[in-house]
T-cell receptor
Framework: SQTIHQWPATLVQPVGSPLSLECTVE??????LYWYRQAAGRGLQLLFY??????ISSEVPQNLSASRPQDRQFILSSKKLLLSDSGFYLC??????????????FGPGTRLTVL | GDSVTQMEGPVTLSEEAFLTINCTYT??????LFWYVQYPGEGLQLLLK?????DKGSNKGFEATYRKETTSFHLEKGSVQVSDSAVYFC??????????FGKGTRLHILP
């Protein structure tokens, strides 16, 4: 069966510090991968999605970036965090494009607090 | 653009009460529709889905029917439990295969 992992679970970082959040998926090949942010009172916002290695689309311009160094690894990064980057970050995966499945499966999330 | 609108919370009910959380959408074509649930401190889990008009998704006593004529996908449960306390997200997948979420509705069930 497929599983999705995220770490760390919680993170407290000062403004201006770098960020690296990691997401890995097991039990599937060539998944579509997604990063979402859930800010208080604002629902879920799609940040990045990837249909393959080195194929990443950004949905919202900001000081975050994403990379996919391996097929089942998705990393969210920032060089300098802002206070507004605080939130709950969720990674998700879905079956490869072109298959019948349209459901996304979510990881446990990382709660980021920027002070 | 495509969007999902769901009733604002929090919604507070007593145990065994009937639950309705309204959801309406705007999209081109025939999107797939979903309800996701997020329990405290956890990520999102798919609760149910429907992929075409008049389909009914159901799971754990929850139901939602894809109503094309009213562009709605309201979530219902006949008798809620304390363990149903969570945040519920309505969502659609559009023709670009992107999921668009509503803002979520927090549900509190009192014993």
């Amino acid at each position: 069966s497929q599983t999705i992992h995220q770490w760390p679970a919680t993170l407290v970082q000062p403004v201006g510090s770098p960020l690296s959040l990691e997401c890995t998926v097991e039990g599937t090949s060539n998944p579509n991968l997604y990063w979402y942010r859930q800010a208080a009172g604002r629902g879920l916002q799609l940040l990045f999605y990837s249909i393959g290695i080195d194929q990443i689309s950004s949905e919202v311009p900001q000081n975050l970036s994403a990379s996919r160094p391996q097929d089942r690894q998705f990393i969210l990064s920032s060089k300098k965090l802002l206070l507004s980057d605080s939130g709950f970050y969720l990674c998700a995966w879905s079956e490869p494009s072109g298959t019948a499945t349209d459901t996304q499966y979510f990881g446990p999330g990382t709660r980021l607090t920027v002070l | 653009g495509d969007s999902v609108t769901q009733m604002e919370g929090p919604v507070t009910l007593s145990e065994e009460a009937f639950l309705t959380i309204n959801c309406t959408y705007t999209a081109t074509g025939y999107p797939s529709l979903f309800w996701y649930v997020q329990y405290p401190g956890e990520g999102l889990q798919l609760l149910l889905k429907a992929t075409k008009a008049d389909d009914k998704g159901s799971n754990k006593g929850f139901e939602a029917t894809y109503r094309k004529e009213t562009t709605s996908f309201h979530l219902e449960k006949g008798s809620v439990q304390v363990s149903d306390s969570a945040v519920y997200f309505c969502a659609l997948m559009n023709r670009d295969d992107k999921i668009i979420f509503g803002k979520g509705t927090r549900l509190h069930i009192l014993p």
